[in-house]
């Protein structure tokens, strides 16, 4: 049988079971029995992405096996059989709906199902850095329980976010592996329909930041074969019905990688039988054209980005410092050449085996740099990403920032071999691999004698962090004479382009003026670039000349001008990997925030799912903004409408996030104590009407202003 | 992103109209008014029925005069006349690879003529069994130059290169005797054949047309092309354009046209020296362009990325702009028109060849010794032409499409390792093609080749059937003015691959290949011959099963036929949209068009509608897949 004819058999299969399983739902419950997937805008979201149309109940979902019928040609050419492989796909999609009928949850933990688009949004900044350099489907069981464990964790060491589906699922529980988005292994479910929630992952990423109009389905494909660096592995045996979800899968662009010698066709690039399944990642990355930036340090334990969301919980740990209790710190500190060693590592103090089982420790280190390019302007920037740094440390967790971090170190990492010293490798290589542009020579002191930390904390870290606050309040937008572009996001949002100010992070948070001054720094034709802004058009909203040009060249021309402060007027873009989104509620002038966080409904009638999808991929929505959160207390913060006195709800989590900084500008601006106590959030409304109420109640300053539209 | 857009053959013609006009002007003569003043044709030439070849006749054949004087039937007269039409081709084409092993065997490390490829010559060398261990690369040059002259008249033995087949092939080739001698041989034996009083037995004469099209396909012609890529480098994928647009007005002109490279190349390499272009800025130029036309234009496209101005019925027109300054020509499909068309203008027709020789033209003759100073004059002759312009006649229609060209056997197997996957595929093979081809993803391919001829609508076969082929995921080799057509078109810009069906579309996006690859001039048919040879034995099948066919939709030239005839000879089916004057024998038809099956398995399929034609196409692609069980 040509492969082609496999195609079109395993199609025709789950074309079958669809109708089957549709009609039987329709004499379940009725053709006006709703349809849908949790937290999510966009319906059935494959179907939606492919034709436009959104499913909403059994009779439309009826409706749409027909137009899927349609797809199904039959002529021996590719397109047919893409198309077929499409069709697999969307019945797929119909199968794993019906399951949640009745807000059913079909899927227990560890298997997750559908995916909320909150979780495609954090995947956003991670794919275009590169931190999450591709995503694995794995499909099928391994041949044994080894094989595929080890398969999963050789991606995970590579950062890749890996998804499963069928016996692989019970293959990773049965080795006791940990899974979970955290550590980026998502077993999806043991059926082979459930492929469609990452198959939905990739469609909606192109939805969101992409900008694909629905039902584009040339586009769609088109964005996923570039922009999405997904690839399958499918253990034999394959059976038709496989083989078409195959074909789906090449459709997209996504290679198929498979050990099934047997009645199997090989296609360059796109299907590769690979017999050997400890050479499955090499294969599938050169297939993919993934690139792995190798950083290889000399520790005990895995060193990955997909160790980053780990978490160490109490009875899992060897020691913790924490910054909360006792002092300390931690510091990137400029020095002269002359007055360091590169790599050079002391531990100055007791090491890990010195410290009580379960004890709680005070840890002060600093990285001295120096450099021709170095900057002092520059060491917050490295500094932050310590964070980053010692998360990925496998059986290490990291949290906070400056004097107040907290450092957990596994009994497993412990027992590995892992020491304080290998945290002085981390810091090193992973600076000098990161900022070899600033940073030519490197060295790493760690404190953990209390009478050092506490003279590190008080007499070195805490008068430069005061310096710094000094230099960072006096960096206004007015201060600087130039701002950045960040087009970092392109890779997945062609025509979007971020303008970072001192007073306007880039809105994924991750960007701020300074970050995006660094890294022009170390690559001055990469993703930031300078901004004049030497030719003011309108101060009120902050549209420059300068600023339209560069955005125009920028977007290839999609974008024509825009303003750094406005939100109705010419308002900046968003890709769609934004922290918050505001929108305008017209019952009181003012705007409401959601973070990407944030689950539950908003006194706008929507979900953040929901509010975000109006926006991004590069568009320019008025009334609705993404952004980052520390924009919020901005003074900037749509200040051509009157600024954060318009803001009316939030989140409740979110208004303790800014509530001192948020506090503090309102105090400055207008005098105003406590400001955030005259914001809404969920637990007093979650629509217009009682938040109008609450606000009335406090006076809040926007129910007087002007209506913004 | 911008939608792909062809150029269509209606926008083509509009703006030869806009340049007939010029013509009009000036009294210019052109094809299009002698085609009209030769039409109709002769019956009982299109035929082939009409004999000339003793004193006795002409003897035409009609159902009341059966047989001529001799008594020789239709079925003898046609089947001569076909033989002797292919005599004719391949002498031609077998001639131009001798020019070009006399090339390498002027070839010096400081003389006009270098080896730009020698890895290449060690190949071949090595292939033809000669020591090359520590042996200067000239002197392995000008040995291996005079055993390429010795296959032009050896006297026993068949052509070396027929070893590159697949196994068994020469052997049955041999049984049949279809496997080429030497190659002078195989022509004389032609015209020896053909001669009053020899043969007349279709089946011999047919045999024999095959026999001395091999000695040019698998000889001659590969001889051309496998030596000019080692004096002039193995073409590899290089961007340049396509049709009249890409003349500049404001500099000198010189437009390069004819099959042989060794005089094009000179031409470019001087075209491009500081001190022409500094001579042709103090006459009032802006700087130089050369551009090509036929052939020729093929060959320094491939390897210099020189734009394309036309192919074979273009020719007039880039004389017709009024802005050019000199059409520099060689051997082979050249108007003797240009001769009196250039006097309407300030054009110098400047005629190069002993072999080509035509009045009205400035001759002068170029020779591998003195193709330096003959290339220098030349240039010097047409930047001194550009004072005597006449600005009022200057028209150079806005056209020209974007074209990738230069994929040789070797550029195509390079590009082929760019989608394997060094864990589990080899490098260096065809399989990566034969994977889409077994898969499915890709139906076939189409070698298309050949001419413009007046009886079909010029390029319009070219461009429809290639169209329709692409957009049945068929990958399309084109070369000679075939490829010009489909690069005029915009088929060959890397964004045709829009019009593509999904399984080319991926093909050409995962390859970074346009649908319609261009493999060379028309003595370059040969590298198909050799790929075809390659994909069998990376396949373990015979040519003759692979799913692949060759077209010749609007061929009109001996070498043509020639060239049908090796294509058959080697087990390719062979497509033509214009009959080879053998409608007047039945046997014949017969012979060309299934007889020929039972030595090479393959025949010629004869289609003037060029729809029918694709599907009859397509429809072999596909029986030749059932054949497989693919």
Same mark, same amino acid.
């Given at each position: 049988m040509t492969l082609f004819e496999r195609v079109f058999n395993g199609n025709d299969a789950v074309y079958g079971l669809t109708e089957q399983a549709i009609d039987a739902a329709i004499a379940q419950h009725g053709e006006e029995k709703a349809v849908s997937f949790p937290n999510?805008?966009?319906?059935?979201p494959c179907y939606y992405a492919v034709t436009g149309v959104k499913v909403t109940n059994l009779k439309e979902l009826k409706e749409a096996l027909g137009v899927v019928k349609t797809l199904m040609t039959r002529e021996p050419r590719l397109n047919d059989a893409f198309m077929s492989g499409v069709a697999t796909a969307l019945c797929a999609e119909f199968i794993e709906a019906l399951k949640y009928i009745d807000g059913a949850t079909p899927y227990e933990e560890p298997l997750y199902g559908h995916l909320a688009d909150a979780v495609i949004r954090e995947l956003g900044v991670p794919l275009v850095t590169g931190d999450i350099p591709g995503v694995a489907v794995i499909l099928g069981s391994a041949p044994t329980v080894e094989e595929g464990v080890a398969l999963v964790k050789s991606y995970q060491a590579q950062g890749i976010l890996v998804t499963l589906v069928g016996g692989i699922c019970d293959q990773v529980a049965e080795a006791g592996m940990a899974t979970g988005a955290n550590v980026r292994v998502i077993p999806l479910g043991k059926d082979v329909t459930a492929v469609i929630h990452v198959v939905s992952v990739a469609l909606r990423a192109a939805l969101i930041f992409g900008n694909v109009t629905p039902g584009d389905a040339k586009t769609l494909m088109e964005y996923t074969m570039q922009r999405v660096p997904a690839f399958v592995n499918a253990f034999a045996p394959l059976d038709d019905v496989i083989v078409a979800c195959g074909a789906g899968a090449i459709a997209l662009g996504f290679p198929v990688i498979t050990n099934e010698t047997e009645n199997i066709a090989r296609v360059p690039k796109s299907l590769i039988v690979q017999e050997d399944v400890s050479k499955f990642n090499a294969t599938s990355l050169e297939a993919r054209d993934i690139k792995i930036k190798i950083t290889n340090i000399d520790i005990p334990v895995a060193f990955a980005?997909?160790?980053?969301?780990e978490i160490i919980r109490r009875g899992d740990m060897q020691v913790e410092f924490d910054g909360s209790r006792v002092d300390c710190a931690e510091l990137v500190h400029t020095v002269d050449a002359s007055e360091i060693e590169d790599h050079k590592i002391t531990v100055v103090g007791p090491e890990v085996d010195d410290m009580e089982l379960g004890s709680k420790n005070s840890i002060a280190y600093v990285v001295k740099v120096a450099g021709k390019n170095m900057q002092p302007d520059f060491e917050p920037v490295i500094e932050r990403k310590f964070h980053n740094y010692i998360n990925c440390i496998e059986g290490v967790y990291h949290t906070g920032q400056r004097d107040m971090q907290r450092i957990r170190i596994s009994k497993n990492a412990f027992a590995a071999g892992f020491r304080l010293k290998h945290i002085g490798e981390v810091l090193y290589a992973s600076v000098k691999n990161e900022f070899e542009a600033v940073v030519d020579k490197c060295e790493v002191i760690i404190y953990t004698d209390p009478a050092e930390c506490t003279r590190i904390r008080h007499e070195v870290a805490i008068p430069t962090f005061n310096k710094r606050d000094d230099r960072l309040n006096n960096l206004t937008d007015e201060s600087v004479d130039v701002y950045y572009s960040c087009i970092l996001c392109q890779a997945f949002s062609p025509s979007h382009v971020c303008v970072v100010t001192p007073e306007r992070l880039g809105l994924c948070g991750a960007v701020s003026w300074l970050d995006a001054k660094a890294t022009n720094e170390l690559d001055p034709n990469g993703p930031c670039q300078v901004i004049t802004k030497e030719r003011p058009i309108d101060e009120r909203i902050g549209e420059y000349e300068d600023v339209n040009e560069a955005v125009k060249r920028l977007s290839q021309g999609a974008l024509e001008d825009v303003s750094l402060y406005s939100i109705m007027e010419k308002p900046m873009t968003s890709c769609g990997c934004f922290e918050c989104i505001c929108g305008i509620e017209p019952f009181s002038n003012g705007v409401c925030i959601a973070n990407r966080e944030y689950a539950g409904m908003t006194p706008l009638g929507m979900t953040f799912p929901e509010l975000a999808s109006m926006t991004g991929g590069g568009v320019q929505t008025p009334g609705f903004m993404g952004h980052g959160k520390h924009f919020i207390a901005s003074k900037k913060f749509m200040k051509a409408e009157g600024g954060i006195e318009r803001i009316v709800w939030m989140p409740k989590e979110l208004k303790e996030f800014v509530a001192d900084r948020l506090n503090q500008t309102a105090k400055e601006l207008y005098g105003i104590d406590n400001f955030t106590d005259m914001i809404g959030d969920e637990t007093v409304a979650t629509d217009p009407e009682t938040l109008v109420e609450f606000l009335t109640e406090k006076g809040h300053p926007a129910l007087g202003m002007d209506p913004m539209m | 992103m911008s939608e792909f857009k062809m150029t269509t053959v209606e926008e083509m013609e509009a703006a030869t109209n806009r340049l007939l006009e010029t013509g009009a002007k000036v009294g210019a003569d052109a094809w299009q008014f002698r085609v009209k003043n030769q039409t109709p044709h002769c019956k009982f030439g299109e035929q082939g029925?009409?004999? /000339?070849?003793?004193?006795?006749?002409?003897c035409r054949i009609t159902p009341k005069a059966p047989r001529g004087i001799c008594g020789c039937d239709a079925h003898g007269i046609v089947g001569r006349n076909f033989l002797k039409f292919t005599a004719g081709g391949a002498a031609t084409h077998s001639d131009h690879g001798r020019e070009i092993c006399h090339t390498l065997y002027c070839a010096a490390e400081d003389g006009n003529y270098k080896v730009k490829d020698p890895e290449k010559l060690l190949r071949i060398a090595k292939e033809w069994g000669v020591e090359t261990e520590g042996k200067d690369i000239y002197d392995l040059a000008h040995e291996m130059a005079e055993i390429g002259l010795m296959e032009y008249g050896k006297p026993f033995g068949y052509q070396r290169f027929l070893d590159r087949m697949p196994e068994g092939q020469k052997e049955k080739l041999i049984e049949n005797e279809i496997a080429p001698r030497a190659i002078d041989r195989e022509v004389s034996t032609s015209l020896h054949m053909a001669h009053m009083g020899c043969s007349s037995l279709p089946e011999a004469l047919v045999k024999q047309s095959l026999r001395a099209g091999m000695a040019d396909g698998w000889g001659g012609s590969m001889m051309g092309t496998e030596f000019s890529d080692v004096l002039f480098g193995t073409p590899k994928p290089i961007d340049t354009e396509a049709n009249?647009?890409?003349?500049?007005?404001?500099n000198v002109n010189i437009v390069v046209h004819g099959h042989d490279p060794s005089l094009s190349e000179m031409i470019c390499e001087y075209a491009d020296s500081p001190e022409m272009i500094a001579y042709a800025k103090e006459m009032g130029a802006k700087g130089i362009t050369v551009s090509g036309v036929c052939c020729t234009s093929n060959e320094v496209a491939m390897r210099r990325g020189i734009p394309m101005a036309g192919n074979f019925l273009q020719q007039e027109n880039v004389v017709l702009t009024g802005a050019c300054e000199a059409i520099v020509v060689d051997v082979q499909c050249i108007f003797p028109a240009l001769g009196p068309l250039s006097k309407c203008f300030h054009t110098k027709f400047v005629t190069t060849s002993p072999i080509a020789q035509m009045p009205d033209s400035e001759f002068i003759r170029f020779n591998a010794e003195t193709a330096g100073e003959n290339a220098k004059a030349i240039v010097k002759m047409a930047i001194e032409n550009?004072?005597? /312009?006449k600005p009022e006649l200057v028209h150079i229609p806005d056209m020209k499409a974007k074209a990738t060209v230069g994929y040789s056997v070797e550029a195509i197997v390079k590009t082929l390792d760019g989608v394997t996957n060094s864990q589990v595929d080899e490098t260096g093979t065809t399989k990566p093609l034969l994977e889409c081809i077994t898969s499915g993803v890709i139906r076939g391919a189409v070698a298309m080749v050949g001419c413009n001829n007046p009886k079909i609508r010029p390029d319009y076969a070219h461009i429809e059937l290639m169209k329709k082929l692409i957009a049945n995921d068929i990958v399309v080799i084109a070369s000679g003015c075939s490829a010009q057509a489909a690069a005029k078109a915009g088929l060959m810009d890397k964004s045709a691959k829009d019009i593509c069906g999904a399984g080319l579309k991926r093909v050409c996006e995962l390859a970074d290949i346009p649908p319609v690859l261009h493999m060379g001039?028309?003595?370059?048919i040969s590298r198909m011959m050799i790929l075809a040879a390659e994909l069998a034995k990376d396949s373990g099948l015979q040519i003759n099963q692979l799913p692949v066919v060759g077209c010749a939709p609007e061929w009109m030239s001996e070498k043509a036929v020639s060239i049908g005839n090796y294509v058959v000879g080697t087990g390719i089916d062979t497509f033509l949209g214009v009959d080879p004057y053998v409608s007047g024998s039945s046997e014949m038809c017969e012979l060309l068009t299934e007889g020929t099956r039972k030595w090479t398995g393959a025949a010629y399929t004869v289609e003037t509608d060029i729809e029918k034609l694709t599907d009859l196409m397509i429809e072999r692609i596909e029986e030749k897949r059932t054949a497989l069980g693919i």
């Open positions: 999510t805008a966009y319906c059935l980005s997909a160790f980053e969301g | 029925v009409c004999c /000339r070849i003793c004193a006795m006749g002409p009249l647009g890409v003349m500049v007005a404001e550009f004072k005597n /312009r001039s028309c003595v370059d």
